[in-house]
T-cell receptor
Framework: DVKVTQSSRYLVKRTGEKVFLECVQD?????MFWYRQDPGLGLRLIYF???????EKGDIPEGYSVSREKKERFSLILESASTNQTSMYLC??????????????FGNGTRLTVT | LAKTTQPISMDSYEGQEVNITCSHN???????ITWYQQFPSQGPRFIIQ???TKVTNEVASLFIPADRKSSTLSLPRVSLSDTAVYYC??????????FGTGTRLKVLA
């Protein structure tokens, strides 16, 4: 089974802090994704990466950046955390470069609270 | 990008068959239709995927009409543990998956 591991289940940070959310997958998948999930808004794509050092903006990239130095690891960075970034963050991966029939495998999420 | 529309919520009783319909009027020729299930405090989990007609696995069936503008996820004989949010996705043709707000299914005893 594919395993997508997010480093923290719960995080509490202060406004203005730099925050790193880490995600590791163990199946040599090409694609990795970061979503945030908020009540009533479903899952929204922040960034995705289809190869090492490659990244593409999703629908809500503002206030975030990402890093993919190794194939198995995809990091989401909040340069200066704000209270409106309090959310559940979900990392996912998929095996091929074609999205059409390549299901996503999700981690269990990191619930971030910014105070 | 193919947008999906699903009912916000549904209730059912244990042992019943549940059908959740998703509309995707702008589906592209190469797009697949994929359904996910999400329990509280967990990431979504892949259930089933199809391109046309009918697909069945050990968990669910997926019905897709000829025009592919909608699809129906069918869960046979649901139990309390099937209470979850169900998402319908249509492949965007690139690397992006667009999730809607999903259908919250509540199974009652």
């Amino acid at each position: 089974d594919v395993k997508v591991t997010q480093s923290s289940r719960y995080l509490v940070k202060r406004t203005g802090e730099k925050v790193f959310l880490e995600c590791v997958q163990d199946m040599d998948h090409e694609n990795m994704f970061w979503y945030r999930q908020d009540p009533g808004l479903g899952l929204r794509l922040i960034y995705f990466s289809y190869d090492v050092k490659m990244k593409e903006k999703g629908d809500i990239p503002e206030g975030y950046s990402v890093s993919r130095e190794k194939k198995e690891r995809f990091s989401l960075i909040l340069e200066s955390a704000s209270t409106n970034q309090t959310s559940m963050y979900l990392c996912a991966s998929s095996p091929t470069h074609r999205a059409n029939n390549s299901p996503l495998h999700f981690g269990n999420g990191t619930r971030l609270t910014v105070t | 990008l193919a947008k999906t529309t699903q009912p916000i919520s549904m209730d059912s009783y244990e042992g019943q068959e549940v059908n959740i319909t998703c509309s995707h009027n702008n589906i592209a020729t190469n797009d697949y239709i994929t359904w996910y299930q999400q329990f509280p405090s967990q990431g979504p989990r892949f259930i089933i995927q199809g391109y046309k007609t009918k697909v069945t696995n050990e968990v669910a069936s997926l019905f897709i009409p000829a025009d592919r503008k909608s699809s129906t996820l069918s869960l046979p004989r649901v139990s309390l543990s099937d209470t979850a949010v169900y998402y319908c996705l249509v492949g965007s043709g690139t690397y992006k998956y667009i999730f809607g707000t999903g259908t919250r299914l509540k199974v009652l005893a």
